[in-house]
DNA sequence: GGTTGACCTGA
DNA sequence: CAGGTCAAC
């Protein structure tokens, strides 16, 4: 389909695209120059542009598939969240802790995703003892291997994300082995499996009108889904807002930065330490503990780094 | 219960 | 080692 440029209203710190899109919550959004990215949602190709007055977007689809305008930005206003007021969360959280107010400085508008939560799932699953690079090739590829074609945009074919049916097919585990997911292709395909029999995605929906603990716990029985993969899902798909992800990375930084009881003892990230540190930051930060937690935490991702340090040549010239 | 090492791959 | 998980002490 042929598309033009349409504008979502909304300011650069009620919604900073290059922060969001790129600080490793997604892995199918594409950053095509300095301004603008590329990726699917919800069976479309989104190119995103930022400007000064708002969000344009371009939509392209199937074919077969009329746009409306209507349904386009409900779309967006449900995967951006934007009926959720960032600057009020943003002043209470300042008000909650001074290294929050020093980071949130340099990170503004940035939000959680509320994804699709097969997708999230699965790329979650990719993610364990893995780097973002590597985990976006790997989710490039599922997509690529067993994803339908949505259209071909600039010369680029795009694909859905799999469906859990095809990744739960006999020949899938050895596929992806093939295509050298290691010791993933196992778990994904094993999940698919165990998906299936729970009636297929609606289970994972489901799980979005659960309290968090159960949805947790859930989640956690499926093979290649620990604490934190679950938490992951918890927070960016199933609308657990308190939902804590603690890796490696939020280990340390809790160690070194805060002090949270019974922590410093434990020379590994053990269960115990792990609910410490979620229970500390949900009781310092309340009910969006986990987007708090993710603004704190993102800053100091590796991937951010360039674009900071950009930040601070451009404000010295 | 907490600790330890294996597990796939690639930079 | 990299944004973990699992199973065996």
Redesign the pocket.
């Known amino acids: 389909m042929a598309s033009v440029w349409k504008r979502l209203s909304c300011d650069g710190d009620v919604l900073n695209l290059g922060i969001t899109l790129v ?3 997604a892995f199918r959004w594409k950053k095509l120059n300095n301004e603008e990215w590329c990726g699917v949602l919800s069976g479309k190709v989104w190119t995103f542009k930022q400007s000064s007055d708002g969000i344009y977007y371009k939509v392209n689809s199937r074919l077969s598939e009329v746009e409306s305008t209507t349904q386009n930005e409900s779309i967006l206003n449900d995967y951006f969240q934007l009926n959720i007021d960032l600057h009020h969360l943003y002043d209470h959280w300042s008000s909650r802790d001074d290294n929050f107010k020093q980071v949130a400085a340099t990170i503004s508008g940035f939000r959680l995703l509320r994804q699709d939560p097969v997708e999230n799932l699965f790329s979650f699953i990719c ?8 985990i976006s090739s790997m989710v490039e590829a599922l997509c690529v291997k067993y994803g339908g074609i949505i259209t071909e945009v600039n010369g680029v074919v795009y694909h859905d994300f799999p469906s859990i049916a095809t990744l739960a097919e006999p020949q899938v585990e050895q596929e992806l ?1 093939e295509l ?5 292709a ?2 994904i395909h094993e999940t698919a499996k165990i998906l299936m029999k729970k009636c297929n995605k609606d289970w994972l929906i489901s799980l979005r009108e659960v309290p968090y603990e159960e949805a947790h716990a859930a989640l ?1 029985e ?9 938490d ?1 899902v918890c927070l960016m798909s199933l609308d657990k807002t308190d939902a804590i ?1 603690v ?3 939020v280990w340390q930084i809790s160690c070194r930065d805060y002090n949270i009881p019974d922590l410093k003892k ?3 990230l ?3 330490a792990y609910k410490a540190i979620g229970d500390h930051f949900r009781q310092l930060f309340g009910k969006y503990a986990g987007w708090a937690n ?1 603004v704190l ?2 800053g100091d ?2 991937k951010f780094q360039d674009s900071k340090v950009n930040y601070i040549q451009v404000s010295l010239i």
């Open positions: 600080c490793g919550q993610s364990s003892n893995n780097n973002i690079e590597r082995r050298k997911f290691g010791y993933r196992k778990f956690c499926l093979p290649g889904v620990g604490a934190k993969v679950a992951c992800p890796d490696t990375h434990s020379k590994s053990t269960n115990k993710s935490f993102s991702l590796k």
